[in-house]
């Protein structure tokens, strides 16, 4: 079973940043697309940023510029470096990774780290 682990989230303040990191239990080779997803209290899941295998990026509009998506390949690691953050950032923040199969993609989603932007 794939595993996905956060780290890196905690409490900022505006202006501030953050990195967060995804370790995956496998290869991240095997998932032909990864990215960021976060959930704000009685809000619904919503894309941050993808990458895929080959290094394409798409990000939300409300993070361009201030998010970085990136991929070590070797450490199996996905990391989201967010600056000038904003109290709209606020939210659980998920790591998720798709894998090809038939008839429909994979899904995996770690556990989540909470990101706070708060003065």
């Known amino acids: 079973q794939v595993q996905l682990v956060e780290s890196g989230g905690g409490l900022v303040q505006p202006g501030g940043s953050l990195r967060l990191s995804c370790v995956a239990s496998?290869?991240?080779?095997?998932?032909?697309?990864m990215g960021w997803y976060r959930q704000a209290p009685g809000r619904q899941r919503e894309l941050v940023v993808t990458i895929t295998n080959s290094g394409t990026t798409n990000y939300v509009d409300s993070v361009k510029g201030r998010f970085a998506i990136s991929r070590d390949n070797v450490k199996k690691t996905v990391y989201l470096q967010m600056n000038s953050l904003k109290p709209e950032d606020t939210a659980v923040y998920f790591c998720n990774a798709k894998r090809h199969q038939f008839p429909a993609p994979l899904d995996y989603w770690g556990q989540g780290t909470q990101v706070t932007v708060s003065s």
């Open positions: 496998e290869s991240i080779f095997s998932f032909y697309i």
